[in-house]
Every structure is written in structure tokens, then in C-alpha cells.
């Protein structure tokens, strides 16, 4: 019997609370109901920006608010120091969690911008450990800014993030490189925007079997598109899957077109959140290579509360 452990993210009016859990599995039956064990480890968090990378989570918003970092395994956490820098008024700062497998020590990419230029201006990189931040070169990413409705994803030694062209309508993806702390822009697959821009679709990024994965939900099918290197910058299509309209575990239809992927388990399942006001304390999981979708209902939130956010995390012993 194994244990999966994870980091639910939940809002109610005017508060934000993270609370993690554990599951346990033979390897063939998971259950999430009874023995669910879950424990509020943050309340009343003003951070609305979360970032996961090999066992450690960073909290951050976007107007240079000190960054947070904590451990869910050991309960260490730990404020970062304050840029001791004097920006304009009108930039903004995007963070990103990540780990050098060089060094062993988790890094953190802060960018910052010019929203209204659409701009990057300046890229710094705390190394936990340290006690400063050190400025690199974002010369290849200038003419970019960082999309902060999106979330990251740390994957294989680099962080990526999506970000949009001040000129040119449309995404990119930001790779942060941790181990040689380089910046540098990865175009999506070359048919995107004609389909996806128009309408709104959320391309969520997400780690697979050690890949990058975009992925988008609309309606009563999902699509995945997995970078088989980020070297050449080439995408692969996976086939369409298809969403049951009905089931006797969950409503699908209803329950993904509002969908947001925000994690993958140890399982390799994507994991869903609710966009919807409405609450609701159960998470979608697919099975991307048995083709099977599952619901589970998480217990011991907070009345009312929604789920906005699930994250696998790993038992970790870096200290923050």
C-alpha cells in the first residue's frame, strides 16, 4: 500500500485556504473518501499565484509582494528577501518555481514587465540558500511579457511559463533553463490560433512521463500536444479524447467544459478543477494511457469552499 500526497487549493469569499491530503492505493483501487486525511496548512493566504517544482510550492503576486516558499512534507517556509531595487510604478513581476539537478537547489525566476509597454525589463534568480538575487540576461525575451492567468510548470531541469508578443497577438512559452540560468522563447505547434485564440481556449501546461504537455478542454473532447524537445521546438498531437456527456460517477459534459488542469498524479493522470462559482468538493482525473476518467470527492474542506487548484506533490526533504 502506497500513499499519494496533494496540495488542494480552495477559495471562499474573501479567503483563500491551501490544505493538503493523502490517499492510499494498492496500485489497482485509490480512494480518496474515508481515508482522506486533510489539514488547513495556510489560511487566509493573499497569494493567488501558485508554483510547484520537485516537492517545494511558491506563492507570489504579481505586485512584488515578498515571495513565499514552503515545504508541505516538513512544514518549513520561509519569506525571500525583497528586491532591494526601485522599479517604476507601472511594472509587474511574474515568479517561477524551479530545480538545478547540477546543484540540487531549487531556484526562482522572477521576471518583471511593463504591462502597459508589453515589456520584459529585468530577470532575477534566487537560489535557496543564498541570500540574494542575482540579475541574468533576458535579451532573447524583451520583446515578451509573462501571461499571469496561466500557470507554469517545472519539467526535467527547466521551467516554462506562456507568455505573449508586445506586438503580435497570439502565445509563446517562456524556457528558463535552471541549471545554466538562461531565458529563451518556444513557439507553440504552427496551426494554434486557428482554432484556440478566437475563442478563448486555456492551452494548460502540465508535466507527462517527463514532458512538456499543452492542454485543452473545450466541450466534449480534450486535445494534447506533448514537446518532444525543447531543443527543435517540435510538438506531437496525441489523439482526440473524447468526454463521456454521462456517467454514474460524475456528469462529464458539464463538469470539464469549465475545466482547468492544474496538476498530473503519480498515476500520471491529469488532474481537473472547477472553474464555476458554484462549489463543489470533487476533483476529474483521466487516465491518459488506460483512456478512463474517474471523480472523486475530496472530504474535510471548509463549507462552500471551491476548488480551484490540486497539485501532486513528492516527499521532499530540501530545505526552503
Not at 528558463?176 to 475563442?199: A, K, P, T
Not at 485543452?216 to 482526440?240: A, C, H, K
Amino acid at each position: 500500500m502506497r500513499s499519494s500526497k496533494f496540495l488542494v487549493r480552495t477559495r471562499q469569499p474573501r479567503k483563500e485556504k491551501f490544505y493538503y491530503y493523502s490517499c492510499e492505493h494498492d496500485g489497482q483501487n485509490q480512494k480518496l473518501g474515508k481515508k482522506t486525511k486533510s489539514t488547513s496548512i495556510l489560511g487566509g493566504v493573499s497569494y493567488h499565484k501558485v508554483e510547484y517544482a520537485k516537492g517545494l510550492f511558491c506563492l507570489w503576486s504579481e505586485n512584488f509582494e515578498p515571495v513565499f516558499i514552503f515545504n508541505p512534507t516538513t512544514r518549513e517556509s520561509r519569506f525571500l528577501p525583497r528586491l532591494d531595487i526601485d522599479f517604476s510604478t507601472n511594472y509587474q513581476c511574474h515568479c517561477s518555481l524551479g530545480f538545478d539537478p547540477n546543484l540540487k537547489k531549487h531556484k526562482v525566476l522572477m521576471t518583471i514587465y511593463d504591462p502597459k509597454m508589453k515589456l520584459t525589463r529585468h530577470c532575477w534568480v534566487f537560489t535557496l540558500g543564498e541570500t540574494t538575487w542575482r540579475e541574468i540576461n533576458c535579451d532573447r525575451i524583451t520583446n515578451f511579457y509573462p501571461k499571469t492567468n496561466y500557470e507554469g510548470v517545472y519539467v526535467d531541469g527547466a521551467v516554462y511559463f506562456y507568455c505573449g508578443h508586445c506586438n503580435i497577438y497570439g502565445l509563446d512559452i517562456v524556457a528558463f533553463n535552471c541549471r545554466i540560468e538562461e531565458v529563451r522563447i518556444i513557439s507553440l505547434w504552427d496551426n494554434y490560433r486557428n482554432y484556440g485564440m478566437r475563442i478563448g481556449r486555456r492551452f494548460n501546461l502540465v508535466e507527462l512521463e517527463g514532458k512538456l504537455a499543452a492542454i485543452d478542454v473545450m466541450f466534449n473532447y480534450m486535445r494534447v500536444w506533448i514537446l518532444q524537445s525543447p531543443e527543435t521546438g517540435e510538438w506531437i498531437r496525441q489523439l482526440e479524447i473524447v468526454i463521456p456527456p454521462q456517467s454514474s460517477v460524475a456528469t462529464y459534459g458539464n463538469f470539464v467544459v469549465h475545466r482547468r488542469c492544474t496538476s498530473t498524479t503519480d498515476k500520471k493522470e491529469i488532474a481537473f478543477t472547477k472553474l464555476n462559482n458554484d462549489p463543489t468538493n470533487r476533483i476529474l482525473f483521466y487516465d491518459l494511457k488506460e483512456n478512463k476518467w474517474r471523480s472523486e470527492r475530496i472530504l474535510g474542506l471548509a463549507e462552500n469552499a471551491k476548488i480551484i487548484g490540486i497539485y501532486n506533490y513528492e516527499y521532499c526533504i530540501y530545505s526552503v
